[in-house]
């Protein structure tokens, strides 16, 4: 079995279980609770780890090894995508048995745009060396501004995007069910379709996904230029995002540092990636430097308690009551 049986054994397996989702496992509309959720991450982990297996067994220890290190890159800054979610679902108020239908046609967007992207990427640096230097600096610069930005009172449904989206696409303030569009009366007469807050939700998510990619893609390039170990460890990532997110959705706070960690893999893989012309750096250490900064992150979160909130004064609550 080839890299090209590989792919077509991916692209078949992953197109059918997707079929599935939707239209077996999630036919109705319903929120997902942590165990279900929990159950299904492992279900696509387990199955990233299958592939990894037949990468070992037809195409070597090295092709296993860059995927395993591909995957675990891409799904640890996956992780950031998780905030996002919470927030564009709280802005629009989403309800929870909606969310999963977003997420899924979400992701299906996020395929099609890695692919595109991926194959550019690595046309683009196997024309161009010198861009090797320009992701590196992006890595290193998204990784510095992840550790020093504070999370602040950002709100996606008053962003730019949205704005954009409401001067171009008719739109209605009400949510139809598990609807992205509806018919309606027109002003000017007559039927016509329009956009519901469930389809505006389903864009801006597309966005952060095309944001995100900007960092996360050039990382997985400083591992591995092969198209196929990029683009199957993208979508391994992304297809296990989804269970993730409904998985730790309740208790993303407790993992404080985490983002601490993948600021640092951040500035590592682009320093390694500035570096690929004169030092060769193994996988086995750039595997073993990434699951070490983020295990300790991990851990760090768990052990170290948050400190305590201070209360408030009496005269400062009197000022808001007042």
Not at 60 to 78: C, K, N
Not at 108 to 127: D, S
Not at 200 to 207: H, M, R, Y
Not at 228 to 254: C, E, H, P
Request: glycine share 8%; with cysteine.
């Amino acid at each position: 079995m080839n890299q090209t049986w590989l792919f077509g054994l991916f692209g078949v397996v992953v197109l059918g279980l997707l079929a599935l989702d939707l239209g077996l496992f999630h036919k109705r509309d319903r929120e997902i609770k942590f165990r279900e959720a929990l159950i299904w991450s492992s279900f696509w982990t387990g199955l990233a780890l299958v592939f990894n297996s037949l990468i070992l067994l037809n195409l070597g220890r090295d092709a296993a090894l860059t995927f395993l290190t591909a995957y675990i890159v891409e799904l640890s800054l996956s992780v950031d995508n998780l905030f996002v979610f919470l927030l564009i679902f709280s802005a629009f108020r989403v309800a929870p048995r909606l969310q999963h239908r977003v997420l899924f046609w979400g992701i299906l967007g996020a395929l099609l745009m890695r692919a595109v992207c991926i194959g550019a990427g690595v046309a683009a640096l196997q024309r161009f060396s010198w861009l090797t230097y320009i992701f590196g600096l992006i890595l290193i610069y998204g990784g510095i501004k992840a550790a020093l930005e504070k999370d602040g009172d950002f709100d996606p449904s008053k962003g730019i995007v949205v704005k954009f989206f409401r001067k171009i696409i008719p739109l209605t303030d009400q949510f139809h069910g598990e609807h992205f569009f509806i018919r309606e009366k027109s002003p000017k007469g007559g039927m016509r379709w329009v956009a519901t807050p469930l389809f505006l939700t389903l864009l801006v998510v597309e966005v952060s996904d095309l944001i995100f990619a900007v960092d996360s893609i050039p990382a997985v390039l400083a591992i591995t230029t092969d198209p196929f170990l990029v683009y199957t460890s993208n979508v391994f990532a992304i297809l296990g995002l989804r269970s993730i997110y409904f998985a730790l959705a309740r208790v993303v706070d407790l993992f404080r540092y985490l983002k601490s960690g993948l600021s640092v893999v951040l500035v590592f893989i682009g320093t390694k990636i500035m570096l690929t012309h004169h030092v060769h750096i193994p996988v086995t250490v750039s595997l073993g430097v990434i699951v070490t900064t983020l295990t300790a992150s991990i851990l760090a979160s768990v052990v170290i308690k948050p400190a305590p909130s201070k209360p408030e004064s009496n005269s400062s609550a009197h000022i808001k009551k007042g």
